[in-house]
């Protein structure tokens, strides 16, 4: 069990800077997960950890101790690949028990070990199949199985539920988080998704292109997300994002194409007198912020639904105001006609405030 510390860690492939100057530490034991889009640099900084890939800058550290110059082998760390390969002629037993097969154990300890790991797994009734004969969910637990009983000093995961349909992928969040706390271990995970990460990190690392933006509890990430990016790519429905100024003498917002104008509570005001240009703001706000209504309500803008999206357990509608388009999630019951007119309110005490300029939240 170790911390993990990435420190100014940058790794170019000729002119790609795949990691950018990236700082992170992970507590020993700590589950952090870096969440980005494709390309954003999340496998290369695994690769930098686990010894495969030699950063151009910067260095990682193990419990404090550089480890430039320790070999894949010695890091002793366990890597789960996105495309885990089983050994197909080897039953699941076999492909768990093969890293301790070199150790000096007895059979006996080898099938207690393996058994020990395959029911914290729940697959310990599957152990004689061969891997054709295993879903790719179960395929997927004997490939962690196989990581697990080397009781390394750390994992690294590279999108290890990406294969997984979406009921067993939402399992696998639980269990990996119930057999991290089992293993009392460190998890670095890597993923694309960010439910993923809000559920499973104690901490998350939010990169695009190489870049780290925000590193935070999934509570501080969602609830204060640093710019527009952290903004925009968490949430399962994406953020609402508005043109607007900001009025000093009337402490109001108005909307870029004039449609609406708010009053700014004391919160969203201190921020935009923060930016450099109050003239270009956006106005953030998540589709759960925004209440719909069929009567006209005080201070409420006029709407117009678009598109509405039943979604089972809860709704999205487009609703159009002015010229722009604001996505609003509602509860299942609440059913609205197409074309439907209805009065919007945004729930100001949640909205967020950025500066155009520089994409930096300002409240
Ligand atoms: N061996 C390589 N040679 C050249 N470029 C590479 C190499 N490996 C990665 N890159 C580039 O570095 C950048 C980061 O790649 P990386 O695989 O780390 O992204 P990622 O975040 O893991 O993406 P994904 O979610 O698609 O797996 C990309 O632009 C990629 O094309
Ligand atoms: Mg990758």
């Known amino acids: ?15 790609t800077v795949a990691v950018n100057d990236l700082s992170l530490h992970i507590d020993d034991r700590e589950f952090v997960v870096v969440v980005g889009p494709t390309g954003a640099g999340k496998t290369t900084t695994l690769r930098c950890v686990a010894g495969l890939e ?42 768990i028990a093969f890293p301790l097969q070199a150790r000096n154990l007895s059979a006996a300890e080898i099938k207690a ?10 697959i310990h009734h599957l152990l004689d199949r061969r891997p054709a004969q295993l879903s790719g969910g179960e395929q997927q637990r004997v490939a962690l199985g196989r990581a697990m009983v080397r009781r390394p000093r ?14 067993l992928r939402a399992q696998m969040r639980s269990e990996l988080k119930r057999i991290q706390r089992e293993l009392d271990n460190t998890f670095f995970y890597v993923t694309n998704d960010q439910v993923e990460a809000l559920s499973m990190g104690d901490r998350i690392a939010v990169l695009n292109a190489g ?11 969602y609830e204060h997300p640093a710019d527009l990016f952290v903004a925009a790519f968490i949430g ?14 009337t402490g109001a917002l108005v909307s870029a194409d004039g449609g609406w104008s708010l009053p700014a509570p004391p919160r969203l005001r201190e921020g935009a007198q923060k930016s450099k240009d109050p003239g270009q703001l956006i106005l953030g706000v998540r589709p759960e912020d925004v209440l719909l209504s069929t009567e006209a309500g005080n201070g ?30 509602t509860p299942a019951t609440f059913m609205l006609d197409a074309e439907a007119r209805v ?6 005490a949640r909205a967020h405030l950025f500066d155009s300029a520089t994409e930096q939240a300002l409240t």
């Open 1 to 15: 069990m170790s911390s993990i510390t990435l420190q100014n860690l940058t790794k170019r492939f000729g002119a």
């Open 54 to 95: 030699k950063p151009d800058d910067g260095m990682v550290l193990f419990d404090g101790q550089d480890v430039r110059s320790v070999s894949p082998a010695e890091r002793d760390v366990a890597f789960v690949f996105q495309n885990y390969a089983l050994y197909p002629r080897k039953t699941a037993f076999e492909n």
């Open 113 to 122: 070990e393996v058994e020990r790991t395959a029911r914290m797994l729940r």
């Open 154 to 167: 750390a994992f690294l995961m590279d999108e290890p539920l990406t294969n997984l349909d979406f009921q």
């Open 211 to 221: 870049t780290l933006h925000q590193v935070g509890t999934p509570q501080e990430i």
């Open 236 to 249: 399962s429905i994406r953020m609402n994002f508005l043109r607007c100024a900001f009025i000093a003498d």
């Open 300 to 329: 409420a803008l006029e709407g117009q639904v678009y598109v509405a999206e039943p979604l089972g357990n809860h709704n999205v509608y487009n609703v159009r105001i002015g010229p722009a388009l604001v996505r609003v999630k």
């Open 343 to 348: 009065s919007v309110q945004f729930n100001m």
